[in-house]
């Protein structure tokens, strides 16, 4: 017999030894743990002190034992997931993916192309998750599904993009309890983890911005802000969609990354067609911000008795603030104008291979045939993943490729007028100088083609530059420290 079952089964056996023994030589009062009589016999004495030790062995082992059985028939209801019905069966303990068998090859690429991870990171994954993906079924209908089931048929939607269809046959599930695994698994990830694309701390901050000044000489920057649109498709009306009746819009997710391309704060469910800028003063980070809330250091940069404080650098379709730095327009050849462009054109790529890291995942790469409210889950989720991966140092869905086109099709051009604030003009200028003297040394960014840059054309030296700018970022992608704590 399995050793799982026989545990319960000894339980029980001592359970009823220990009450045959309480009936034989029972206590005179039992609710009382000391003996109280001024005078009683040795006997009487042995039987008194011996109720309270029969008493806790018999709770803890009814207790035991009762949490045995619960235990080993969740185990083993959970095991009928693909046939897999046999309750003798020793799986490896530290594995999780015997049960996806059925399902997906353990090879390594079949497993990055269905769930967009490693073998190691899906069962790290299970095993954090899998407390809160077993506590909740849908309603009258319980899942026989374990939850790296669960989980598996959650990233598969994710990963691929796949219908419910396809995925109900694959997992051998209904299109219903598919729906809800991946309805689950986005309201955990959004739910249980958002911390983990929260704002960073002040002293998180620092290293943030440590990093960016290595890599362009640019002081106290905090992030590169920037916004992506994915498609979605909605029944016109209250049908299902199709071709003759879907309404094919877009929906808006602004972005903040570190100099990894790790995120650093997302904000979605904006509609696709407004405007950077308005998408920005409609978020709860541009409210924090200009209340101190965020970017509030009480320490800023002194450089030549101006005092640059904490800021996030982005397009020419922002404004420029004193928090919110965006590039020159037109300036000339050789000036320190120019250096800040080309350090801002840097630190784009990061968040260009964030928003194309999002999109390695099949859910974001298409029309997302959801509600509003499931896409913006779906975002969020994968948005999430993206930093786990980071961390487990698995680029199994990251972006090394940026084709050349979109990089050079980013406005950079800066607005001008009522758009600018004068101090930030101010800092912008100072900046600049920095910029100049130590966006491009050999040292920093150790290849010796760099120094040629300046002998390239303008519009496409970052080109040039992305395929050796991946050596200097995947040494420090994954020093950043992760929040882990809400």
Known sequence: MNSRALAP??????????????????????????????????????????????HHFLSTSGVAATLCFLSFSRKRKRARFQGLDDPDNEEDPGSRLGRLGSVVSRNPESFKQFFRMKTSTFEWLCGLLEPLL???????????????????????????????????????????????????????????????????????????????????????????????????????????ITQNNAEHESIAAQIVVDSSSRILSVIAGFRGNKSNIQILKSSTLYKDIEKGILLNSSRPDKMNEVAVPQYLVGSGEYNLLRWLLVPFLDPEEGSVEENFNNAYRLMLVSSLKAMASLRNWGVLNRPMKMDYKSAVACIGACSILHNMLIMREDDSAFCYELDDQVVDNQNIASLGGDCVEQNALVIRKVLATRAKRFSFEPAIVQSADIVLLDEIRPERWLSHYIKRLDDFTTSTRYIADIPIDS
């Not at 006997?43 to 109720?51: A, G, K, P, V």
């Open 9 to 54: 089964l000894i339980s029980s056996l001592i359970s009823q030894l220990l009450v045959l023994i309480f009936l034989l030589f029972p206590a005179p009062n039992p609710l009382t743990i000391t003996n109280s009589a001024p005078f009683s016999s040795p006997l009487r004495d042995f039987q008194e002190s011996l109720f309270p030790l029969l």
């Open 134 to 240: 077993e506590c909740r079924d849908p309603v009258d209908s319980p899942l026989n599904l374990p939850a790296e089931a669960r989980l598996g048929i959650g990233l598969f939607r994710l990963a691929t993009g796949a219908d419910y269809p396809e995925i109900s046959g694959r997992f051998g599930v209904s299109e219903a309890d598919a729906k809800f695994c991946v309805k689950h698994l986005c309201r955990v990830l959004c739910t249980n983890y958002r911390f983990w694309v929260g704002f960073p701390s002040p002293t998180e901050l620092e290293s943030v911005s440590a990093r960016f000044e290595t890599l362009t000489g640019l002081p106290n920057c905090c992030g590169v802000i920037s916004c992506t649109r994915f498609n979605i498709e909605r029944a016109n009306g209250s049908g299902s």
